[in-house]
């Protein structure tokens, strides 16, 4: 979703949506514990992302910092679970 701004000139910028990954969401939770005094704006215009999307992140920082960095998951954006478990799970054995 890209939002609109107007600028000093009135033109119209489009500023598009940061989508961090599995990797990155994990440095911001190893930067949050590491620097507690920072304000979690602060670290989101480090990473990109807005405030709100901090806090998100570090709500589920437990699940973030458990994700081995060598896996082939770090690159994901998003985690998708399937439509319909049961019916993969069988597919897979």
């Known amino acids: 979703m890209n ?46 992302v807005k405030k709100n999307t901090v806090y998100n992140i570090l709500k589920n920082k437990e699940k973030w910092l458990n994700i081995e960095l060598n896996s082939f998951n770090t690159a994901k954006q998003r985690e998708k679970l399937p439509k319909f478990p049961e019916l993969e799970e069988a597919l897979a054995i």
């Open 3 to 48: 939002q609109k701004r107007k600028s000093v000139n009135n033109e119209v910028i489009l500023k598009k949506k940061k989508v961090l990954t599995f990797e990155e969401k994990k440095e911001l939770c190893l930067v949050y514990n590491e620097n507690l005094f920072l304000l979690q704006e602060e670290i989101g215009k480090k990473f990109g």
